[in-house]
């Protein structure tokens, strides 16, 4: 079965961290780029990181930016999302998903979203 599983979120203060993991299961992540998005509330759905395949390039909404790193280990299948600093306004589920090797803003393009895991910034 072709899927995605986040795993990592939870409760957390402002100003603390999480990793948020994607593990892909029934293929290989090393042929696509892996894009992190995030439904907070009352809230669109927004795409806030992205890697591309192999040693493409990382990009990251503005909202994120300095705040939150994207990374990826083929080796274990991986694709992670570590993430400091959080605010209040971080409060979302998390998804990630897949495209064809390089990053692009087109969501829909995206495909085998995961069930997404739930990340939740409060004092």
């Known amino acids: 079965q072709v899927q995605l599983v986040e795993s990592g979120g939870g409760l957390v203060q402002p100003g603390g961290s999480l990793r948020l993991s994607c593990s892909a299961s029934g293929f290989t992540l090393d042929k696509h780029a892996v894009g992190w998005f995030r439904h907070g509330l009352g809230k669109e759905r927004e795409g806030i990181s992205c890697i591309d395949s192999s040693a493409g390039g990382t990009y990251y909404d503005d909202s994120v930016k300095g705040r939150f790193t994207i990374s990826r280990d083929d080796a274990k299948n991986t694709v992670y999302l570590q993430m400091n600093s959080l605010k209040p306004e971080d409060t979302a589920v998390y998804y990630c998903?897949?495209?064809?090797?390089?990053?692009?803003?087109?969501?829909?393009?995206?495909?085998?979203w995961g069930q997404g895991t739930q990340v939740t910034v409060s004092s």
């Open positions: 998903a897949t495209t064809a090797i390089r990053c692009h803003g087109t969501t829909h393009l995206y495909e085998n």
